[in-house]
Each structure stands twice: as C-alpha cells, then as structure tokens.
C-alpha cells in the first residue's frame, strides 16, 4: 500500500477519522488543527465493564477476580449465569453494588474497541475498533484519541454522585487542551448523546453563567450526535416489560431482571416533543420573562396531536383481571398445577402515548400488575422527573456549541409500538408480546404484515430508534436548507441532486422533493451556516445504515475525512465540502473491474502488484496523484 497520499495529510488529518471541523471562514487561519482532540462517549452496552471483587462460584470452575471482564464475557456468562448476574446487577432502589459482587467500567480505548475480545468473540463484540484502525491509517497520534467510558447501569445523577463522572469528563476536555493546545471534537454514540447533553448543563453550575458560553468556544470546537435517541427509543419499552437479550445466551426474564435493575433503564424512554420542564436554575440562563415556575408543561399540540407526535401508541397492553400477588406470582411460590388452574377473566386493554410514559402515568396504571411498576416509578420520579439539573425526558434545544453535526441511519423497519397481553407465567416473564408495530419507509405495518393506521414519518429508522426520535435534530436546522442527495458509493456525480433554499418550519420535517432507486443506497446531507452567525449545523441521513454498526461505516469515515479536508484547505470557498464526486481515497477502495479487465476508476487508481497479493483487486492501489484529486473537493 502506497502511504504518500496519507503522509503528505498526516499532520492536518489528526482528527479527521473523528471529527468534522468549522465551516470554512475566516477561523480557518487562525485554528491549528493538529492541535485538535477527538472525545469518544460510547452508547448504552458499548463498554466493558471489569470486577472489582473476588466471587467464588459455586459448581463452576470459573470465578470472578479483579479486573476479570463481566461484560462482556460470554465463556463465564455461559459457565456461572448466576454469579454473572450477581456482578451485573445492581440494587434497583439505591442502585448500589450486589454485596457479593461489583463492577466498574473499564478505562481508555481498549475498553470500547471490542466488549469480548477473543479470535471469535472479538469481531461479532467489536464497536469502535474499526474507528480506531481508521485513526491509525490516516495517522493520527495516539494521545489525539480520548475515550471517556462510564458505568452504563446508572441514572445520570449517580454517575456523578458514585464516579464523579461529569467532573473527570470536565477535566479532561481541560487536560486535552493543555496537552494539545486546541480545543476538542466530541463524537457521541446512542446513549452517549444522552450523557453529553446532560453533561452541557451540569457544566453550567460549575461555571459562571458569562463564562460558560466562553467555556463550550475554548475546549468544544465541534459536536458529532451519531444515532442520537434524541426523543428515546421504544425498544426501551421491550426491555422494561418482557426483556431484550442484546443476543446473550440468556433467557428474556433474566434479561429484563437485570435490565430493570439499573437506573438507566429510563434515559431512553420516549417522550413527547410537545412537553418541557424548567429546573431550577433556568433563571440565570434564560432571558425569557416566565410568570410563575413550572415543573413540566405540555403545549396545546399535546392534546391537539395524536399519539404525542410519533406514529402510534407506543404502548398498548391488557390488563388482567386479577391484582396484587396473584397478578405476578414468583418462581417459589406457585407451582405448575397452580398456574394451569388460574382463572382468566376479561381483560381491560389501554393504551399510552410517549408522554403518558414519560410522565409516569403508564407505570401507575400497572402498578398492581407488576413488580417492576413500583421500582421504575420510584426511579422515575427519583433521577428524572426530580432531577434538579435536567429532566432527559424533555425535548434539547440545539447546544450551543459552534458546530454541531447530526449522524443517523434510515429506512431500516424499525420498532414503534407494542402490544402486551398477560402470560400466565410467573414474574419476571409475566407480559408476552403479542404484536409490534413497525415503521418501513413512510408507513406503519403489524407483525403479521398488516397496514397500521397512524402517523408515519417520511421515512423510517435505523432498526433501533425510530425516525421520528433521530430527526428531531432537523429542528437545530434554520428556516432555509441546502439539501444535497448522493449515492453512498464512489460516483461520478450524475446521480447527484441538489436543492438550495429549501424552506423549513421549525417543529416540522423537512423531506426533500427528490427521487431515490431503490438499487441505490444515499446519503442525504441537510446543511445550514446562515441562520445562526458564526455557528453550522448539519444533518446526514444515511440509507440502511444500522444503529448498532453506522461507527463502522466507512461511507461515514470517509465523508469526515473529506470534510476536514475541505475545512483545512486554504483555498475552499464553499461552506462545506463539494458533493459532485467522490472517488477512492484509500487502496482498500480501489479493486479490479473484470468487465473491462483493469482496475476502476482509473483516474484514481492503478495495477500495482506487491509481493503477497493473492488476487488482482488486492493489486489494485491509488495512484501517486491521487493526492491532486482532493482538489475536486473543494
């Protein structure tokens, strides 16, 4: 592989594998960007968490040490699911430690690259590892790379409260400056987003208020929301009542128990766009003139709009006849033939909107049904609903930060509503599923494959959160819209359409006027550097990307690449990179064109054979000028 293309870059592209930098202006000159750093906040599950006791198990010949791996490692999960789970779960109530067993997160790159590291494990566990080898190709130094991992399991007010973990994420933006002299890119996963954003006003009490803006200028130079659940996600319903595996080999009742048991549980709860709450300290940061103080408030659109504003109902369950302990008998005290004689009367079916869900309303309505209700609602009310420094179940306003990027995935079914009816089976598997409403491509269809009537989005999501959640961020746009559709791989440009000044209604999607074939998958950029002076916002939306794997996309690696080649050029005059043309930017991109038998595109790419190649697209590589091709970009 030829690196002169990548050494010629290397000093300029020190962040560019994790970041997308300023618009271009007149900042350029003054920015150094080999000073730049790149913050990684991993989503929900996305680090390793390590023991930090000594737990024998019984009947197995695998015990728990400090730093053994608990997450994830599948052979003593698979060994002793017993003493797995004692160090996973947490207390629900005082979400302390199990008093055999407790776990902390890992530090640093190595406890986000791959959660089971093994010849087999590692690949199918792998999360930012592929990030990384990008980082490394385009070489970028090693201390320019920051993970900032944290105990997933908790409520974002014990994250700070047991691990200080907003102070030590403070400190590290300021350590990062020092040590590299410039400010930082933040690049958020998933639930990563959610601790960021609560991060940004927990900031404001430890800064003074005048200072803070000039606080997020000096160490945050841009903002990456990749797979945001800006709104939440509904397969945090799943997980909560009949319990999500992650594809552990661990049953559904197990997997609920355990997930029931962390705080976090509800960070991604969906939630209507049309409610907002004020903490307490809105006074020293709003301007706005409020007479009296409201707690949380719904706008006339709440009743007005059906379903809070997404598609349906997201949740829909029968209620059973019976209440209190025969509602949810436990494992030891009811036997089989109990089971088969219960009575079944008729059921009651109700249903909630996202804010009923939000607010409470749906865990008190099932409250003499199940366990978990009274355990949830205490949370609930405890770190969200009562958190002095933010509600999460409320709608963000774009953060007040210079650039601000917003990375998802669509078209892919995905999960909006549910339906749940009375197993019969003692808790935790007392709910059942008895059907899912997905949304494919602007329409809502059942299990089964039937249409579902309600309010579809123009497109769907990325298989975990819905499209209505991802692109609430299309709100950070202004009232006019540049919106560029391009195929996701290498193209010439003739596929390529562009409307410039598209209007946009604050609270409104934005769907652009333009065509899509269905053997093509696009990427949609959605860009505005007009509205708010001296700030940029943009929003990618990426076909079929998925939620769990778009970090490993390379058609999102190299959209950044080339952004902050754009950025950093002297001579760009456009806001943001040209989208007429891409072509091969690394050799791995280059591969042999058995039609016309030479390598493609050939502007770009050569037959170059190096000792060990073993077929000719791997002697395909980029031409010594490919560097001049960047210039296209401009």
Known sequence: MTKKPLLCLNLLLLAAAIAVAVGASDEFSELDYSKLSGIIIPGFASTQLRAWSI?????????????????????????????????????????????????????GLSGITELDPGYITGPLSSVWKEWIKWCIEFGIEANAIIAVPYDWRLAPSMLEERDLYFHRLKLTFETAFKLRGGPSLVFAHSLGNNVFRYFLEWLKLEIAPKHYIQWLDQHIHAYFAV??????????????????????????????????????????????????????YWKHFSAEKHIGHHTYRCDERELQSNFSGWPTNVINIEIPTTRGFDAYPSFSEVTPAN?????????????????????????????????????LLYQLEKSYLGDPILNPLTPWDRPPIKNVFCIYGTDSKTKVGYYFAPSGKPYPDNWI????????????????????????????????????????????LGPKVNITRAPQVEHDGTDVQIKLNVEHQRHEDVVPNMTKSPKVKYITYYEDSESLPGKRTAVWELDKANHRNIVRSPVLMRELWLE????????????????????????????????????AWPEYCEYRYAFGDVHLGQSCRLRNTSFDQLLHYL
Request: proline share 7%; charged share 25%.
């Open 433 to 476: 599923i008895t059907d899912v409403v997905y949304e494919l491509e602007g329409s809502l269809m059942s299990r089964s494959g039937n249409l579902v009537e309600g309010n579809p989005g123009a497109t769907s999501g990325d298989e975990t959160v819905p499209y209505h959640s991802l692109a609430w961020c299309k709100n950070w």
């Open 227 to 280: 797979g945001a659940p800006l709104l939440g996600a509904t397969e945090t319903i799943e997980a909560t009542l009949s319990g999500f595996t992650f594809g552990l080999p661990i049953s559904e009742g197990t997997a609920r128990l355990m997930f029931n048991s962390f705080g976090s549980s509800l960070w991604m709860m969906p939630f209507s766009k049309y409610c907002r709450a004020d903490d307490k």
């Open 564 to 599: 902050m080649w754009h950025d950093i050029h002297p001579d760009a005059k456009s806001k943001f990179v040209m989208k007429a043309k891409r072509g091969p930017l690394r050799d791995d991109d280059c591969y042999w064109d058995y039609g016309k038998a030479r390598c």
């Open 55 to 107: 737990l024998d198990c019984p009947y197995s010949p695998l015990d728990f040490n400090p730093l053994d791996l608990v997450w994830l490692d599948t052979t003593k999960l698979l060994s002793a699911v017993n003493c797995w789970l004692k160090c996973m779960l947490l207390e629900p109530y005082n979400q302390t430690d199990h008093p055999d067993c407790k776990s902390r997160p890992d530090s």
């Open 339 to 375: 089971l088969s004689s219960m009575e079944c009367g008729m059921p009651t079916q109700l249903s909630f909107t996202a804010r009923e869900i939000s607010d409470g309303s749906f865990f008190k309505a099932i409250e003499d049904y199940d366990p978990d209700s009274k355990r």
